[in-house]
């Protein structure tokens, strides 16, 4: 194959990719038009590239537009198996290494869903459901993915106001927002008993490359919380370390 026809397949991929991640937040769907406007693409290229997305599943059509398909679910089942399965490990010596319960969790909407989960070997200690959907707005894990997000796109997701959990839930959108910007200047997340009384947590996000957003979180009892503030966040960074070299 020739330089020529090696660089126009690559920019095929790579505008087919930037159709991909545009829908990748919507799934309501877009119209040919506004994928246009939103990947800077011509209309007559749109068009063409959904179409040949379609016939391989990837996308479909609806009433309310182009939205992603089930060849693309499908694929995203597979790696999120491999995220588990690649970061137990990882998990699993963060959890000893704390004595406190490690998350994984996974983005959905304006939840973060527990996918998996190292239980601390303490008395006292917190522990959910894996397959609980925690709220990003006041949970590390959350905060962690959400930091990620556009402001807009947090504004859309919350409705403009938090619903408030306890008397530490930030409870206004500049709030939250002004804690975002700080999350993402530091790199972790924190909740300090903003989901729930007595439990706080430190959350960071995890670059897979699984494209699906993934955040790994510990959730301590607060009155251990700030004695062991230093040890939680230099063991997590050093979890996040290990799994992203694994997994992107």
Known sequence: MSNDADSSGSQVIARAATILRALELQPKGMTISSLSRETGLPRTTV??????LESQQLLISGS??????PALARL?????????ALAQPSMETLGRR????????????SHAVSVSQFVSDQELR?????GTAFPCHCTAHGK???????DEKIADL???????????TLRTLPLLLDDIRQTRARRYAIDREEHARGVCGMGVYLNTGAGEHYAISVAVPALRFEEK??????SLMQCKAEIEALTS
Do not use: K, W
Not at 126 to 130: D, L, P
Not at 160 to 166: E, F, I, K, L
């Open 76 to 84: 995203a089942a597979s790696a999120h198996t491999d995220v588990i």
């Open 98 to 109: 704390t004595r406190e319960t490690v998350d994984l969790c996974v983005y959905r909407g």
């Open 158 to 168: 919350l409705g403009g106001q938090p619903d408030v959990r306890t008397d530490n």
């Open 229 to 234: 503030f230093d040890h939680l966040l230099s």
């Open 47 to 52: 068009h063409r590239l959904v179409t040949s």
């Open 64 to 69: 309310t537009g182009v939205r992603l398909g």
């Open 144 to 150: 962690a993915i959400l930091a990620m997000l556009a």
């Open 126 to 130: 917190v522990v959910s459901a894996v």
